[in-house]
Structures are given as structure tokens and as C-alpha cells.
Nanobody, 116 residues
Framework: VQLQASGGGLVQPGGSLRLSCAASGIIFRRSPMAWYRQAPGKQRELVARINTGFGVTYADSVKGRYTISRDNRENTVYLQMESLQPEDTAVYYC???????????WGQGTQVTVSS
């Protein structure tokens, strides 16, 4: 299983970024996908999740600013982030769950830094 995250970088407050996570080794269309983030000194937290039926949930802190989506033809999940603020600075991780075994898989993380 490989989850390859990309798209992080340095952005000014108020800016936007789009993260991508390309999955291989899983039956993507049957896998709920999620984005987590971990800021320095803090626990990893769920940012957004999209299930196999395209239902989505968001952390309160990102509602209205982030949009998670998936492309089952490309085996890719996206996170569109708008109106970024310094508190959004973190390493963002892609996550998938095997609904049969409950196994979880993690990508390598991509750094998002929001700073002027």
C-alpha cells in the first residue's frame, strides 16, 4: 500500500493550496479516505474525511474553508484549502481505512506552512 501525498508548501495568510494523495495497493473505491494534520507539539487531528459514498465530514476549524474530494478513476483524494491561516500550519497526512480488516494506512505527509 502506498499513499503519496503532494502539494504542500509555503503560502501567505489568506492564500490557498491543493493537496493530492495518490493511492496504490488498495481498492480505492471501497476505501474511506481522510486527511489529518499534526502541528508541532500537538496531536495528530482529523481534518476531513470522505467515505465511499462521497459523504464528507470536516473538523470545525476548517469548515467552510477546506473541501475534500476524491476521484475513483485516478485513485486520488484531494484537499482544497482556502483562506489559510497560520494556525493551519502542520504536516498533512493522507489516510485510508480497510473496512474489512480495519487496517489503517498513512502517507508520508506533506508540510503546509502559512506565514507572511
Amino acid at each position: 500500500v502506498q499513499l503519496q501525498a503532494s502539494g504542500g508548501g509555503l503560502v501567505q495568510p489568506g492564500g490557498s493550496l491543493r493537496l493530492s494523495c495518490a493511492a496504490s495497493g488498495i481498492i480505492f473505491r471501497r476505501s474511506p479516505m481522510a486527511w489529518y494534520r499534526q502541528a508541532p507539539g500537538k496531536q495528530r487531528e482529523l481534518v476531513a474525511r470522505i467515505n465511499t459514498g462521497f459523504g464528507v465530514t470536516y473538523a470545525d476549524s476548517v469548515k467552510g474553508r477546506y473541501t475534500i474530494s476524491r476521484d475513483n478513476r485516478e485513485n486520488t483524494v484531494y484537499l482544497q484549502m482556502e483562506s489559510l491561516q497560520p494556525e493551519d500550519t502542520a504536516v498533512y497526512y493522507c489516510n485510508s481505512v480497510n473496512l474489512v480488516t480495519a487496517a489503517q494506512y498513512w502517507g508520508q505527509g506533506t508540510q503546509v506552512t502559512v506565514s507572511s
